[in-house]
């Protein structure tokens, strides 16, 4: 069974605030990914990390930021939210190749009013 | 340009019956192709994968079926249980051209209605 943790579950903030979605797993994995999903769409790729100090942005323009400074963290930051920041958000981790399983955290619900 | 299309935003099944999920693309370098299955205020789930030098791969209730010269895939449930209520997810990589990532259609969302 993965290990992959998403904290907050719920978030409801005002626009303007900074916020840091956290995203931790314990099974040593090096490549970790940020997906933003809307109700009956697809995930969209935001950010992705293939090991320490190693993060790039991904197929969907995002103005979110990432930082991988230990292998199990992967936390996403937003430093100005807005009412179009409203989605879910969710975080995944593979243990090597992509033809491993990827497994995806609980996610993050995130409403800016 | 959406790259995974799953062209059917919702099915209804009954209990016991056989749902099938369809799924296509369109970049001719994907080769590895998943299903995931999504509850609401979760993260998706994996499934079953298939990749491109299979036809076919099985998994207990649920079977892949990959036709590459259509660019079509499709996931078969037999037998349906109301428990497989969800959304189901198609993703697809390139991963023989050295991509770690998926890419994902919109989802349908299978009811199996007991």
């Known amino acids: 069974e993965a290990d992959i943790y998403q904290t907050p579950r719920y978030l409801v903030i005002g626009t303007g605030k900074k916020i840091t979605l956290e995203c931790s797993q314990t099974m040593g994995h090096d490549k970790m990914y940020w997906y933003q999903q809307d109700p009956g769409m697809e995930l969209h790729l935001i950010h992705y990390s293939y090991g320490v100090n190693s993060t790039e942005k991904g197929d969907l323009s995002s103005e979110s930021t990432v930082s991988r400074i230990r292998t199990e963290h992967f936390p996403l930051t937003l430093e100005s939210a807005r009412p179009s920041h409203t989605s879910q958000y969710?975080?995944?981790s593979i243990p090597g190749q992509l033809t491993d399983t990827q497994y995806f955290?609980?996610?993050t619900r995130l409403t800016v009013l | 340009d959406q790259q995974v299309k799953q062209n059917s935003p919702s099915l209804s099944v009954q209990e016991g019956r056989i749902s099938i999920l369809n799924c296509d693309y369109t970049n001719s370098m994907f080769d590895y192709f998943l299903w995931y299955k999504k509850y609401p205020a979760e993260g998706p789930t994996f499934l079953i994968s298939i990749s491109s030098i299979k036809d076919k791969n099985e998994d207990g209730r649920f079977t892949v079926f990959l036709n590459?010269?259509?660019?079509h895939l499709?996931?078969?449930?037999?037998?349906?249980?109301p428990g497989d209520?969800?959304?189901?997810f198609c993703a697809a990589s390139a991963s023989g051209a050295g991509s770690y990532q998926l890419t994902?259609?919109?989802g349908t969302k299978l009811s199996v209605i007991p």
Do not use: E, M, T, W
């Open chain 2, 85 to 88: 209520s969800a959304v189901y």
């Open chain 2, 68 to 71: 590459k010269s259509a660019k």
């Open chain 1, 90 to 92: 969710l975080c995944a």
């Open chain 2, 104 to 106: 994902f259609g919109k």
């Open chain 2, 74 to 81: 499709s996931l078969h449930i037999v037998p349906s249980q």
């Open chain 1, 105 to 107: 955290g609980p996610g």
